[in-house]
């Protein structure tokens, strides 16, 4: 599950783009299977590249 704050809507895409994968996953960017922690159907990491 989700933490309670949403860092997804929180953190501007370019300060994530500049954190280690491992503060990414701890911020919501990453998935666990199956689908758990998608965002519109997609890897939350994909949000970086809009």
């Not at 500049?18 to 701890?26: K, Q, Y």
């Amino acid at each position: 599950m989700r933490q309670q704050e949403n860092y997804l809507l929180e953190l501007d895409k370019e300060t994530v783009k500049v954190l280690s994968p491992e503060l990414r996953a701890l911020i919501g960017y990453s998935i666990h299977s199956p689908f758990m922690g998608m965002v519109n159907g997609q890897h939350p990491l994909r949000l970086l590249d809009e």
